[in-house]
T-cell receptor, first 116, second 111 residues
């Protein structure tokens, strides 16, 4: 199967600082990547759709100025949590579809963010 | 009513048991149906996907889709402790890349 790598796998940061999470498709090109947030024992909540070379599309209720998404190449998307607060602590996961397919999404390993 | 309903469990079974995991849905436009396995603190891993109705088998796993009842199942034969994880169903209409996920069922297989 295709490989999506997410980094870091966990991060602890102080309140008010910014954190960047990277999502890379290692063996395929991904024109579209997705960013999810997952709370304990809950399903994946789609935050935004990241499109290579254009602005991300955010889901209702997700602050685009707080969760900055950049998709600069066909293999890399980044999510930056700006001015993080403890309520931003969560598990963030990216996924990517192989270009031209409409079947399965491949997920990164996830990033556990803890804001103290 | 949520678009995809999935019992969160936990479902606890002895090693070797046959496990049945299920999801129901309300959107008749869903065409693609997926099952993901998620270990604690890890990203979901695709197990199976099927298109439209029918069965699909892969080793110990069988995915079943009944579109008339809007009901999908994942069966695990000869369950192992290493199968202990959360299983998420997901589905999407044709032409769309964005799946809708169930909340996941926690499975515990005890030796």
């Amino acid at each position: 199967g295709a490989v999506v790598s997410q980094h870091p796998s966990w991060v602890i940061c102080k309140s008010g600082t910014s954190v960047k999470i990277e999502c890379r498709s290692l063996d395929f090109q991904a024109t579209t990547m997705f960013w999810y947030r997952q709370f304990p024992k809950q399903s994946l909540m789609l935050m935004a759709t990241s499109n290579e070379g254009s602005k991300a599309t955010y889901e209702q209720g997700v602050e685009k100025d707080k969760f900055l998404i950049n998709h600069a190449s066909l293999t890399l998307s980044t999510l930056t949590v700006t001015s993080a607060h403890p309520e931003d602590s969560s598990f963030y996961i990216c996924s990517a579809d192989r270009q031209g397919t409409n079947t399965e999404a491949f997920f990164g390993q996830g990033t556990r963010l803890t804001v103290v | 009513q949520k678009e995809v309903e999935q019992d969160p469990g936990p479902l606890s079974v002895p090693e070797g048991a046959i496990v049945s995991l299920n999801c129901t849905y309300s959107n008749s436009a869903f065409q693609y149906f997926m099952w993901y396995r998620q270990y604690s603190r890890k990203g979901p891993e695709l197990l199976m996907y099927t298109y439209s109705s029918g069965n699909k088998e892969d080793g110990r796993f069988t995915a079943q889709v009944d579109k008339s009842s809007k009901y999908i199942s994942l069966f695990i034969r000869d369950s192992q402790p290493s199968d202990s994880a959360t299983y998420l169903c997901a589905m999407k209409p044709g032409g769309s890349y964005i799946p809708t996920f169930g909340r996941g069922t926690s499975l515990i297989v005890h030796p």
